[in-house]
């Protein structure tokens, strides 16, 4: 066995599968044990860092057999430590950062499949180089990995024309709990075939399986985008502006954020070289994006 704690016999199961690359032990799990924002924290015996879907797969089933906790963790942006093991050291962090390829993208059929571990912001430059637009965009993108935004069903900024990160895939590859794994790797929009098992799997938080690849949809870049920050004196009044673009043309509208004046207020007191580009404060604002 590689130690003789009580997690032994599980470490050396899994080394067998994974090698030194893909295990953290000690001191090396310690940035896998808190949030970004140090708040919540906790202890496990091992990090495993699979290679690719078998050797996922493999430990899987190794901890399964064994009734042993797994927590997947992507690029450990959460903000409620739901990818934080707890304080008994008994749970195996799971992290697909190795899972980072780009396995296709096609431009005609304006799809790529990417895998887990790859940063969002990596994947939406894939897209950019093809000439399109992978459009989901959220403040962590260069850190959180594709697998942590679909596990959480993100919904980000261009929600109102893109829909949430649900809305974007067209197929889910995944490692189930007992370690057997769903291939659903289908581009087919038009898909009327039985159960849509990837809706099951994205929002579930890592709960019913690992998500280890998906078929995202891209759509084509934007030739022009118009960005306004407009003051208004009631969130009915934000209500009514935003009302008043759906009439004039609702498919131009890529973002529509409502912010309090408490809230502006708040980052121009405490964010340094932060200033209000207008000529005086309102009692609440609209930040509106516009695309064609």
Same mark, same amino acid.
Request: hydrophobic share 45%; proline share 6%; glycine share 10%.
């Given at each position: 066995?590689?130690?003789?704690?009580?997690?032994?016999?599980?470490?050396?199961?899994? $080394?067998?599968?994974?090698?030194?690359?893909?295990?953290?032990?000690?001191? %090396?799990?310690?940035?896998?044990?808190?949030?970004?924002?140090?708040?919540?924290?906790?202890?496990?015996?091992?990090?495993?860092?699979?290679? %690719?879907?078998?050797?996922?797969?493999?430990?899987?089933?190794?901890?399964?057999?064994?009734?042993?906790?797994?927590?997947?963790?992507?690029?450990?942006?959460?903000?409620?430590?739901?990818?934080?093991? %707890?304080?008994?050291?008994?749970?195996?962090?799971?992290?697909?950062?190795?899972?980072?390829?780009?396995? &296709?993208? &096609?431009?005609?059929?304006?799809?790529?499949?990417?895998?887990?571990?790859?940063?969002?912001?990596?994947?939406?430059?894939?897209?950019?180089?093809?000439?399109?637009?992978?459009?989901?965009?959220?403040?962590?993108?260069?850190?959180?990995?594709?697998?942590?935004?679909?596990?959480?069903?993100?919904?980000?900024?261009?929600?109102?024309?893109?829909?949430?990160?649900?809305?974007?895939?067209?197929?889910?590859?995944?490692?189930?709990?007992?370690?057997?794994?769903?291939?659903?790797?289908?581009?087919?929009?038009? %898909?009327?075939?039985?159960?849509?098992?990837?809706?099951?799997?994205?929002?579930?938080?890592?709960?019913?399986?690992?998500?280890?690849?998906?078929?995202?949809?891209?759509?084509?870049?934007?030739?022009?985008?118009?960005?306004?920050?407009?003051?208004?004196?009631?969130?009915?009044?934000?209500?009514?502006?935003?009302?008043?673009?759906?009439? $004039?043309?609702?498919?131009?509208?890529?973002?529509?954020?409502?912010?309090?004046?408490?809230?502006?207020?708040?980052?121009?007191?405490?964010?340094?070289?932060?200033?209000?580009?207008?000529?005086?404060?309102?009692? $609440?604002?609209?930040?509106?994006?516009?695309?064609?």
């Amino acid at each position: 066995m590689l130690d003789d704690t009580p997690y032994g016999e599980l470490l050396t199961a899994l $080394h067998a599968v994974l090698g030194d690359r893909g295990m953290l032990r000690g001191a %090396d799990t310690g940035a896998y044990c808190h949030d970004w924002r140090d708040l919540y924290h906790g202890a496990t015996p091992v990090v495993i860092r699979p290679a %690719d879907v078998a050797e996922l797969s493999a430990a899987v089933k190794i901890c399964a057999a064994r009734g042993v906790a797994m927590v997947p963790q992507g690029g450990n942006t959460s903000m409620v430590g739901g990818a934080v093991p %707890d304080e008994s050291g008994g749970q195996v962090v799971v992290s697909l950062a190795r899972l980072n390829r780009l396995r &296709d993208l &096609d431009p005609v059929d304006m799809s790529m499949v990417v895998e887990a571990g790859v940063p969002w912001q990596t994947a939406q430059a894939h897209a950019a180089a093809a000439g399109l637009l992978l459009p989901l965009s959220i403040s962590s993108e260069g850190t959180a990995q594709v697998g942590g935004i679909l596990s959480t069903n993100a919904g980000g900024n261009n929600t109102l024309r893109y829909g949430n990160a649900r809305d974007l895939v067209l197929g889910i590859e995944a490692v189930m709990p007992d370690g057997e794994v769903l291939h659903a790797l289908r581009r087919l929009r038009k %898909d009327n075939t039985g159960y849509a098992l990837r809706h099951l799997l994205i929002g579930a938080e890592g709960t019913l399986g690992f998500i280890t690849a998906a078929v995202l949809k891209l759509v084509p870049r934007p030739v022009e985008t118009a960005v306004a920050l407009c003051g208004v004196p009631s969130p009915e009044a934000a209500t009514e502006l935003f009302r008043m673009f759906q009439r $004039h043309d609702a498919a131009t509208i890529q973002a529509f954020e409502f912010m309090s004046g408490t809230g502006m207020g708040f980052v121009l007191a405490h964010i340094p070289d932060t200033t209000l580009p207008l000529a005086s404060p309102a009692p $609440h604002y609209a930040l509106i994006e516009l695309a064609t």
